[in-house]
């Protein structure tokens, strides 16, 4: 593991450490690292980067190589977008995008058969989700809360596992065939924020 959280003062990583073969976890949490060295995709063991409250702008396109990718947590950070190949990273488990500058999601993150937790919630710019989200067979968990999007793709009703829903603040209407989300078990439509920046559930 590899954390530097809360260094405010550390402002770039030497590109060396895509070296380390065996690295599974960053932690950059409220970190003043501005960019990712271009090279990151070179850490093929990594299983989890969280640059949580951290200066990052920019997403190198080599990070579409981490194959085992399981968690990327981007709540907080200066993220505006994603790199259109990002439905590349297989194994992703977690996509966390709360309160970032993201202004659309690329469709080919619907490629990701693994995801099972999507949070966009706070995203003030976001304006659309990508009309095949229900190709996200495996998606346990969604939220859009307090978003710019007004319409919910009706490819949703394909999420079979689906169980947790957070639509509120945006939504004008839902689809009719909402009843196939034979799995859901929660619908939230009240604005709910547990904080957490170190942990717990923040939707």
């Known amino acids: 593991m590899l954390s530097f959280n809360r260094c405010d003062k550390l402002k770039s990583l030497p590109g060396s450490i895509c070296s380390l073969q065996y690295l599974r976890v960053i932690s950059l949490v409220d970190c003043g690292i501005e960019e990712l060295p271009e090279d990151v995709g070179q850490l093929e063991c990594l299983e989890e980067l ?5 200066k990052i702008k ?69 304006e659309k989700l990508p009309e095949n989200l229900g190709d996200l067979e495996s998606l346990y968990t969604l939220s859009v809360t307090s978003t710019k999007i007004r319409d919910v793709p009706s490819s949703i009703c394909k999420l079979k596992h689906l169980k947790e829903l957070y639509l509120s603040n945006c939504f004008e209407k839902l689809p009719e065939n909402l009843g196939d989300l034979e799995s859901l078990n929660r619908l939230v439509d009240t604005y709910y924020v547990a904080a957490t920046r170190f942990g717990s559930t923040w939707f």
């Open 50 to 54: 969280d640059l949580t409250c951290s």
């Open 58 to 126: 920019h997403l190198p396109d080599s990070i579409c190589k981490l194959k085992h990718l399981k968690n990327l947590i981007l709540d907080s950070c200066k993220v505006c977008k994603l790199p259109e190949n990002f439905g590349q990273i297989d194994s992703l488990n977690r996509l966390g995008l709360r309160s970032t500058k993201i202004r659309d999601v690329p469709s080919s993150i619907c490629k990701l058969k693994h995801l099972k937790e999507l949070y966009l919630s706070n995203c003030s710019g976001l």
